[in-house]
């Protein structure tokens, strides 16, 4: 790759951290709806031109934010897979709030009274594939895909998402260690022992 090349992709991902992060800013000052793209270019200190160029609109911009975010989230997964089971569940639960409180402004928007359902629908689908792997893992002697199974894991998935926003929408009034430990616990009620199997 030339230099040249590594320049314009550097300006490439630096534009789009830029708009992503204006983005950002701009729902936790206004809310989602309310934007318009003019606003989000001169926040980023590009022109609308290049705004274009990147995205077809603030929708699209949009999605890319939540992919990435949903990225961010699912990125060490394969890592937690190698710990203990027990531990495994816990980290993935801290791992998940800390995230979540990274970007607490724009999670609190997209998942509070006027959030966006398509967001949220991507996070409960998340949360569905991470509690499913764990839950498939304890249960390897029973068959998967059981009608038990799928309202185990959307109770546990939704439940999870219901949590996080009410954490939210309360300013994050215990701690993430706090909250994934007493999430741990009610997984722990829900989910069936492989011992007993």
Known sequence: ???????????????????RNALLSLIEEKGFDSIIVQEIADRAMINR????????DKYDLLEQTMQELLSELSAPVATLLQVPEDQAVLD??????EQVARYASFYRMMLGRSGNAAFAAHLLRYLETIVAEEYRRQRIKQRPGTLEESINLRFIAAGFLGVTAWWLEQKQP????????????????????????
């Open 49 to 56: 031109g290049t705004f274009y160029k990147h995205y077809r």
């Open 1 to 19: 790759m030339s230099s040249q090349t590594g320049e314009m992709d550097l300006r490439v991902r630096r534009t789009r951290l830029a708009l």
């Open 92 to 97: 993935a639960l801290v791992h998940w709030l």
């Open 174 to 197: 215990l701690p993430v260690r706090d909250v994934a430990t007493q999430l741990h616990a009610l997984l722990k009620t829900i989910m069936p022992d492989p011992k007993a199997s």
